[in-house]
């Protein structure tokens, strides 16, 4: 009979073990799905904004090829502005002035003699003096 006993309590022992393991299973799988499913919401969210970031990227792509086709003509623009103003710059008679006294500042000359030959106010020709040496 105390076989019967020991076989019987080695059985219920057995028992109780399998089912605390089968508990403790039950936990670690109610803990992996919960984490599975935080783990799918987050790839959810992941993919939305990825998806949000690949549209403004197509955004920012295309004003930037708006914008090259705005900038692309700018310095043959420029450069016609320049050659424009060089030309109106050489035809104006008090330009011709200034740059007769810039020489002339350059050359050393004094401030009264360029005035004279430049029909230019002194103060005018020391600043320009100033600049020029």
Do not use: W
């Amino acid at each position: 009979m105390t076989q019967m006993i020991s076989v019987g309590a080695l059985i219920a022992t057995a028992l109780f073990v399998f089912i605390a393991m089968i508990v403790g299973l039950n936990k670690k799988l109610k803990r992996i799905t919960t984490e599975q499913t935080s783990a799918a919401q987050l790839i959810a969210k992941n993919k939305m904004a990825y998806q949000i970031l690949l549209s403004r990227l197509d955004e920012a792509e295309a004003s930037i090829h708006t914008l090259h086709k705005i900038i692309q003509p700018l310095p043959e623009q420029i450069n016609q502005l320049e050659g424009t103003l060089r030309e109106q710059l050489s035809q104006d008679p008090q330009v011709k002035l200034y740059q007769k006294a810039a020489a002339m500042a350059k050359q050393g000359v004094g401030a009264e003699e360029i005035a004279q030959a430049c029909d230019l106010p002194v103060a005018e020709v020391s600043v320009l003096i100033s600049l020029h040496t």
